[in-house]
C-alpha cells in the first residue's frame, strides 16, 4: 500500500514539505514508512507506527479545532500514527505529537497534545507491556 498525504501545516522540522506518501513496510503490520513525493527534496523518512496495533491504551485527546482542521466529523475517524525512532537501545515514540490522519481525504497534521501528559520519548517496549 502506498497512500499519497498532504499535511495541512508541514511537520516540525520538515518544512516546507507537505506532500508525501505513506508506504507500508513489508511483513510488518502497521509499520509504516513517510517519505517525500518530490525527489531530492533533502527531507528523508520517517518510521510510523499505527498507535490501535502498537499502543494498547494511547488515547490522545483530539480537539474540536484540530478535528475540524483535519474535516473529521468525529474523532473516531481519526487514523492515528507515531513516529518511531529505532535505536540499539530501542525503540521510542513521540505520544505528545502524534501524526493524525483523516483517511477518506488524505489529510494529516502533526498535533501537539496540549494539556495532555503524553510523553516525547516512550519507550515502546515500556509502553506496549503497561
Do not use: K
Amino acid at each position: 500500500m502506498s497512500q499519497p498525504l498532504t499535511f495541512v501545516t508541514p511537520p516540525p522540522g520538515l518544512e516546507p514539505q507537505v506532500h508525501y506518501l505513506l508506504e507500508e513496510v513489508d511483513g510488518a503490520v502497521g509499520l509504516f514508512s513517510l517519505v517525500p513525493r518530490e525527489p531530492g527534496s533533502g527531507v528523508s523518512r520517517l518510521f510510523l507506527l499505527d498507535a490501535a496495533a502498537y499502543l494498547p491504551g494511547y488515547a490522545p485527546r483530539i480537539s474540536h479545532d484540530q478535528q475540524r482542521m483535519l474535516g473529521l466529523r468525529e474523532p473516531s475517524e481519526a487514523w492515528v500514527l507515531v513516529v518511531a525512532n529505532p535505536a540499539v537501545s530501542g525503540t521510542t515514540v513521540n505520544l505528545l505529537a502524534p501524526i493524525v490522519l483523516n483517511s477518506s481525504t488524505g489529510q494529516c497534521a502533526q498535533l501537539i497534545l496540549e494539556g495532555q501528559d503524553w510523553p516525547l520519548r516512550a519507550s515502546l517496549e515500556d509502553f506496549a507491556a503497561a
